[in-house]
Every structure is written in C-alpha cells, then in structure tokens.
C-alpha cells in the first residue's frame, strides 16, 4: 500500500450499446459527444440495486464515461490507471486513446496512462463486454439464462471492483513476493522494479516490525528486475511460536520497503505478512506444524443489493466475524475470487481461505486459454495473503464435465494442478474439488446426504470414505487411487429453512428453528467423530437469491442462535435438542447434473 492515490468510485455516465456499435461510432472520442444517458454508481454492476439502474436483463455491451483532475502534486510523476475487476472483457480509453484492454472477470489490471494525461479535466471511457449465454465462459455462478433458478444467480457485468489512480516514480516498485519460511524463522523477498537502468543506483531498505518492536532491517543493492532477499528475522521467546499466524492468533508483521535512487526515496511501500505454514506430514494436514482440523463454511460472496460487491468495507468485515462466531476457522470462497479487501479482514481477524476460481460450466479450447490466463492471475494477487492455505483451480468437474472419460479434459486438470504447484509450491492444490480426482494433494468429497446414520458409516474408515460415490460420482478416475492424502469433506449439509421473504431451495428441508438445529447436529457430528475426516466445508454461510440453504439468511439475519451453530460445529454444544428429528429414509442428495 502506498500513501498516496485517488479513488474513481462514485457516479459515472453509462450507456447500454445492446446493438454493439459504440467503437464503429467512437463512443470512446473525448469530445463527449457521444449519448451515455444514463448514471451508475461504481463500483456496482448495473444489475444491482446499488449501481442506480438495476436491471437483470441480457445487455451483454456497456460503456462508462467520467472525468478526472490530477492533483498538481502529482506533477511529474507516473500516472497509474487501476481496475480491481472488470467483467468479462474491457477496453479502456483516455482523452480519446486506447490505454488498456484486459480478459478476465475476476483479476485486476492497470496502465500506466502518464502520456495520455492533458493538463486539467481529463476524460476516461471503459467498454465492457460480457457473454452471458456462453457456457465455456469462467463465470462461477452467474446463470446464462435471464432469471436466476437453483444454485445460479444473477449475472455480473462490467465495473465491479474499485477503480483508482496512483502517482508513482519512474523508477517503482511493481511487485514484491513474500514467502514465510517458520521453520528456518526467516522470510524470502522477491522484488520486481519497474523502470530500472543498468547505470543506476538502486538500494532497497527493508524494515521488519512487529508491534512496536523492530525485528529486522536490511539493506541491499537491486541489480537486476527482478531479485530475491532471504531476510532473518532473530531470535524470539518461546521460539517464535507466540508470534506464528493461526485463525486463534492471526499474529502479523508489519513491512516497510524504501527504494532508494542516488541517495533519495523514490517509492515507498507498507505492506505485511504472516508467519505461517500449510504442510501435509504423514497423511496429516497441518497449520504450522501441527495437526489441524479445518471447520469451513461456504462462502458464496453474493450480498442482496450488490449482487458481487459487498456495500461496504465493514459487510466484508462483519461477514469474517460472523464466521468466527459461528465456530468457523475458515471459509471456501466459493467460486468467485473474493475482493481483496476480504481477505485482509481474514488476515486481520483469523480466518483460514481455501481460493477458488469463477468456472466454467462446460469445455472448449477457448475455455482452457480463458482459464489458465485468469487462474495465473489469480495467484499473482493473492500469494501474499496468509489466511489462503488452499488452491482450488476446479470445482465438481466444472469446465471438465466428461473429466470421468475424456482424456483432454482430465489433462486439463493435471495440467492446472501442476501450473498451480510451479506458482505456489507452499499451499495444496486439490485437482477437482467434490469428486472425480486425479493427481491432488486432498482427497475433497461432496456429500449432502442427510441421515446421521449413513454418513456415520460412510465415514468409518478410508475404504469407504473413498469409495462412497456421492451424486453417483466417483472419487477418483482416469485410473488415479487413493495414496495417503488427507481426506476432507468440502461441501455438505445444505439444509433448506426459511427465515427471510425469499422463495427457495435447498438439499434438504426444515420446518422450524429446532428442526434446523437437529438436522445440522445431525450432519456435522459424524464429520467431527470420523477417524479419517480431517475438516468439513458446510453449505452453506448465507441464503443467496432463492437458495435458502444458509446459516444466515441473505441479509446476514441468524436463522438460530450463534452460540447454539457455533455448539454444533464445534462439537461443545451442551444443552439437548428436541424432539428427536423425523429422519427420512431415502437420501435427499442432490441431482448430480444440478450439484454444486
């Protein structure tokens, strides 16, 4: 983070251009001439309530326009144009001439816009395209059709995360890679400089602190673009362990980088980092060393009137302490990639993220290069974050629907598994989160079937977690086996209750609040007694739309007791429920071709 930079949120002109004819008429000139009738609210889609417009029907081409003064202490310097998400296709204009142009829904981009820049008012036009019938397209839950049915909702399109500008030096910091290494107590620092020349004399100071306590300085010389430090970070008491990073002591380093040019700052950053270690030890997953046991909730991130953009830093924050409350050390951010705001609150408060990528729902070649391009930027924003301790590339053969026997498609899994470990060798990648696995480093099974007695069963021994076939899907194909992995059960429950003015679904029903108790008691115990069930993922944290399988209802309303959710997902719920639940004797398990 740096001090200084100017948000471009707020009111925009905006326009629908549903016959696609804005760049044959050069809507993007400076001149405005060209008719944007209406106003939209950034960051907010304009399906959303909050965008001012609200309108859920297909117009697949939008165009924005505003104006924006460069503060006159900015003179001089670089001028950065940043996008946090722009879905799905964008191209950015400014005084008339083409700055940008950026695939991808779910990951930043920027441009250095300084020699476009006109002294006062300057003129900024965006044209965003979405394909909202295109299956192949990475879009996570966004249905292709117009009225959003089942486990898919309303559609995304356009500006959906902050958009801001930031002065910088020629000379600058444009990336810096932080890998904590707890075991040697030490950090490694990866540094990439924008603008370096081979006369120059570039210096990097690096300062760690933790509280008010200074634990670490360097200083050294960058020769190259990009270049790695390993950083010591001295003795500590009790070891260091009171000063690791865990959901219970989300503990966190302060780091101040200066980079110095003939003696003088020219870029300064104050970022952070957690000392923390994701491992698997003889068939255990560990948290810093230790066996962890992992008590997620799914998290879709959809919020009533901001459909993918939360209407507040402080709802992204109380969303995380809701989470916690609830008896949660973690969430899987469930097929979208969550702003990054989100994931500093986890960081901040303690919350384990497993982060997943928006899918397709169907295969093509098209699809693979989409993919693979979004899921490598994916990475490269996130890597830094602690509270992210597993990569989930795919999602219950989303993309990959005939992975059981298309040869392709299951080298598309390897080959995103294997993309993902040469990026990131310190987090576990799970090839194809659900079922349907090849190589992967957890053995993730969905499973919403509903009897306590059967899942009882099912999760007595690896032999039968393993061979279970939920939604009559196979746990393993393309001849892979079971060889040791830690075995998780990354989605069940999904008990429907209705407590809001939503119609809805769900995997299996309640009719009152001591119905839903019973019924969550009586799927979360057998995770919890399981010898071989090393973490859970319950679906789900809140209604969404006309899914009404949540904890929460859409607006963040309990549907119980917190004390009483947070009992039963951590197994210390002491007080008895009545009455004894009517259990039902066919499984309600969803229809495969509808799951999740």
Not at 48 to 55: A, F, Q, T
Not at 232 to 256: A, I, M
Request: glycine share 8%.
């Amino acid at each position: 983070m740096r001090k200084a930079w100017l948000s471009l949120n707020g009111e925009w002109e905006f326009g629908f251009d549903d016959g696609d004819v804005g760049e044959q008429e050069r809507w993007y000139e400076a001149d405005g001439s060209a008719s944007f009738p209406r106003k939209i609210n950034v960051p907010f889609a304009f399906q959303s309530k909050l965008s001012g417009i609200e309108d859920p029907s297909f117009h697949d081409v939008v165009w924005y326009r505003r104006t924006f003064h460069i503060p006159d202490d900015w003179k001089g310097k670089t001028i950065l144009l940043h996008f946090g998400a722009v879905d799905y296709l964008a191209k950015v204009w400014v005084n008339g001439q083409l700055a940008a142009v950026h695939e991808g829904g779910h990951t930043p981009f920027h441009a250095d816009i300084t020699r476009f820049l006109v002294e006062g008012s300057n003129t900024l036009v965006v044209r965003a395209e979405d394909f909202s019938r295109d299956v192949t397209l990475p879009r996570g839950k966004q249905y292709w059709l117009e009225k959003s049915a089942s486990i898919f909702y309303t559609r995304t399109t356009g500006i959906w995360q902050s958009v801001w500008l930031e002065p910088l030096s020629a000379v600058h910091l444009r990336k810096t890679v932080v890998t904590p290494d707890i075991d040697r107590n030490e950090i490694r620092i990866r540094t990439f400089v924008e603008g370096l020349k081979a006369a120059d004399d570039i210096k990097l100071q690096v300062t760690v602190t933790y509280g008010n306590e200074v634990v670490a300085e360097d200083q050294y010389s960058i020769r190259s673009v990009e270049q790695l430090r390993t950083i010591g970070l001295g003795d500590f008491t009790d070891h260091g362990l009171g000063r690791l990073w865990s959901p219970e002591h989300p503990n966190l380093y302060d780091l101040e980088l200066r980079l110095v040019c003939g003696g003088e700052v020219v870029d300064e950053v104050a970022s952070y980092f957690g000392m923390r270690k994701v491992s698997i030890e003889d068939g255990k997953l560990c948290l810093n060393n230790r066996p962890y046991y992992q008590r997620l909730v799914l998290d879709q991130g959809y919020f009533p009137e901001g459909i993918l953009t939360a209407p507040s830093d402080d709802a992204l924050r109380r969303d995380v302490e809701l989470t916690k409350e609830m008896g949660f050390n973690g969430v899987r951010k469930h097929q979208k990639t969550e702003d990054p705001r989100f994931l500093y609150w986890c960081d901040r408060l303690g919350l384990l993220v497993w982060s997943e990528a928006a899918n397709a729902y169907d295969y093509s070649e098209e699809y693979v290069r989409r993919f693979t391009k979004e899921w490598q930027e994916i990475i490269e924003r996130d890597y830094n974050h602690p509270c992210i301790v597993t990569w989930v590339p795919l999602n219950e053969s989303w993309g990959i629907p005939n992975v059981r026997m298309d040869s392709r498609q299951q080298q598309h899994g390897l080959a995103m598994y294997h993309l993902t470990k040469s990026l990131d060798d310190t987090r576990p990648v799970v090839y194809n989160d659900g079922w349907e696995h090849m190589t992967t480093d957890l053995v993730t099974i969905h499973d919403y079937e509903s009897r306590q007695e059967v899942l009882e069963k099912r999760y007595k021994s690896v032999q039968s977690a393993v061979e279970a076939m939920p939604a009559n899907r196979s746990i393993f194909v393309g001849g892979a086996s079971y060889q040791g992995q830690p075995i998780l059960v990354s989605e069940f429950g999904g008990i429907a209750f209705k407590k809001s003015e939503w119609e809805g679904w769900g995997y299996s029903g309640a009719d009152s609040e001591e119905d839903f108790l019973i019924r969550l008691k009586a799927v979360v115990d057998p995770m919890l007694t399981s010898p071989v069930v090393q973490g859970y993922c319950y679906t789900q944290l809140t209604d969404v739309e006309q899914e009404i399988n949540g904890l929460l209802t859409y607006d963040r309303r309990p549907k119980a007791p917190l004390a009483k959710i947070r009992g039963i997902m951590t197994g210390t719920l002491t007080e008895p429920l009545s009455p004894e639940p009517d259990m039902r004797t066919e499984s309600p398990q969803a229809d495969p071709e509808m799951a999740r």
